[in-house]
């Protein structure tokens, strides 16, 4: 019988995994960039190959990586994203509500959560009359347990943090925060490179069936890629270093169970005036416990998401980024997220 872990308000019976500091390294290169080769992490840790790929792969069997992801911005495919969180008067349809928002198909995140809010889903497509067509068929479906709801409309994301992994001074001392695999099919160049700037760029059908083939699987090879869709090992990589360079792709990043790491996720929602974005940006990369944050409009223009291992740690990190920005902030409210049920782009 495994060990209960508390998550949130939620134990789940798994067998959490001793990590030691080579598990943990590795996860916070693969956290970098998630195609780094298995020899580049070795010559970064100065290990075996060999050792790199069989921590790996007991991590994966193990469950401490759900598999690795590929962080798209849509927004510059012409998609808009909707996020819906959602308040229910009882719970009893919840699991029916979840079952029926990750079988929608403009659906692409579902998550459950505790709070303001029980559900947490976003909405994705290419007009607003199509997110009001597939809004209105959730809400008519279950208005009788709909209690309240809010929408943003997303502008941005981005990973921010890896901190909690490996210590701050071990990261430095290390060496592997100035580590860069610049050679091979992990695409480090073209992330230096990338246009960060919000705009519209041509995206055909093989980049989107590209896109598609990696949205859940960031570490296939090339020529698996080029297999599975039947064209050139040398058209697939040209397709994606474009996606990368006009930041399509945001990243390539594994899905870590936070679970093994014994930390809860708490979305913590603000609203903020005058404030220098890259200043928040900078102060996020820097504190180890918040893991991205999201940019929106509406009631909250932002969400920063913390890693903590209890409540009170919890307060400790979100009291200093308000003492921080005490000039700042206007408002903000906290939620407990719990388990993520769907998460991958949209590609109507």
Same mark, same amino acid.
């Given at each position: 019988?495994?060990?209960?872990?508390?998550?949130?308000?939620?134990?789940? +019976?798994?067998?959490? $995994? =001793?990590?030691?500091?080579?598990?943990?390294?590795?996860?916070?290169?693969?956290?970098?960039?998630?195609?780094?080769?298995?020899?580049?992490?070795?010559?970064?840790?100065?290990?075996?190959?060999?050792?790199?790929?069989?921590? &790996?792969?007991?991590?994966?069997?193990?469950?401490?990586?759900?598999?690795?992801?590929?962080?798209? *911005?849509?927004? =510059?495919?012409?998609?808009?994203?909707?996020?819906?969180?959602?308040?229910? =008067?009882?719970?009893?349809?919840?699991?029916?509500? #979840?079952?029926?928002?990750?079988?929608?198909?403009?659906?692409?995140?579902?998550?459950?959560?505790?709070?303001?809010?029980?559900?947490?889903?976003?909405?994705?497509? /290419?007009?607003?009359?199509?997110?009001?067509?597939?809004?209105?068929? #959730?809400?008519?479906?279950?208005?009788?347990?709909?209690? *309240?709801?809010?929408?943003?409309?997303?502008?941005?994301?981005?990973?921010?943090?890896?901190?909690?992994?490996?210590?701050?001074?071990?990261?430095?001392?290390?060496?592997? *925060?100035?580590?860069?695999?610049?050679?091979?099919?992990?695409?480090?160049?073209?992330? *230096?490179?990338?246009?960060?700037?919000?705009?519209?760029?041509?995206?055909?059908?093989?980049?989107? $069936? #590209?896109?598609?083939?990696?949205? +859940?699987?960031?570490?296939?090879?090339?020529?698996?890629?080029?297999?599975?869709?039947?064209?050139?090992?040398?058209?697939?990589? $040209?397709?994606?270093?474009?996606? &990368?360079?006009?930041?399509?792709?945001?990243?390539?990043?594994?899905?870590?169970?936070?679970?093994?790491?014994?930390?809860?996720?708490?979305?913590?929602? @603000?609203?903020?005036?005058?404030?220098?974005?890259?200043?928040?940006?900078?102060?996020?990369?820097?504190?180890? +416990?918040?893991?991205?944050?999201?940019?929106?409009?509406?009631?909250?223009?932002?969400?920063?998401? #913390? @890693?903590?291992?209890?409540?009170? +740690?919890?307060?400790?990190?979100?009291?200093? /980024?308000?003492?921080?920005?005490?000039?700042? &902030?206007?408002?903000?409210?906290?939620?407990?997220? @719990?388990?993520?049920? =769907?998460?991958?782009?949209?590609?109507?």
């Amino acid at each position: 019988m495994g060990e209960e872990v508390f998550r949130g308000q939620i134990y789940e +019976h798994i067998m959490p $995994q =001793k990590l030691d500091l080579i598990d943990r390294k590795i996860l916070w290169l693969l956290s970098k960039n998630a195609r780094y080769s298995n020899t580049a992490i070795a010559k970064a840790l100065r290990i075996k190959r060999e050792v790199v790929a069989y921590r &790996i792969k007991t991590m994966v069997e193990n469950k401490v990586i759900n598999g690795f992801f590929t962080l798209i *911005d849509t927004r =510059k495919m012409g998609y808009y994203v909707y996020v819906v969180y959602m308040k229910l =008067k009882t719970l009893t349809h919840e699991k029916e509500m #979840i079952d029926f928002l990750v079988a929608t198909p403009e659906v692409s995140v579902v998550s459950g959560c505790s709070g303001m809010y029980d559900l947490h889903f976003e909405i994705t497509t /290419l007009a607003l009359e199509d997110f009001d067509r597939v809004f209105s068929k #959730i809400f008519d479906k279950y208005r009788e347990v709909i209690h *309240d709801y809010l929408v943003l409309n997303f502008l941005r994301e981005d990973s921010t943090g890896r901190g909690f992994l490996v210590d701050v001074e071990e990261v430095k001392s290390s060496g592997i *925060d100035k580590f860069k695999e610049i050679k091979g099919s992990c695409f480090q160049k073209e992330f *230096d490179q990338q246009n960060k700037g919000h705009f519209i760029t041509n995206v055909d059908e093989l980049d989107k $069936q #590209i896109l598609s083939a990696v949205n +859940h699987n960031s570490r296939l090879t090339i020529r698996e890629i080029s297999e599975k869709l039947k064209v050139s090992p040398s058209t697939v990589e $040209q397709r994606k270093r474009k996606l &990368i360079k006009e930041g399509v792709i945001k990243r390539f990043l594994p899905l870590i169970n936070f679970s093994h790491f014994n930390v809860q996720w708490y979305a913590v929602f @603000f609203y903020m005036k005058d404030l220098d974005e890259s200043k928040l940006v900078t102060y996020l990369q820097e504190e180890p +416990h918040t893991l991205w944050y999201v940019k929106y409009v509406g009631k909250w223009n932002y969400q920063v998401n #913390i @890693f903590a291992e209890n409540n009170s +740690h919890f307060h400790d990190v979100l009291n200093k /980024l308000r003492n921080t920005f005490s000039e700042n &902030i206007v408002n903000f409210e906290s939620i407990i997220m @719990f388990n993520q049920y =769907k998460r991958g782009a949209v590609f109507l």
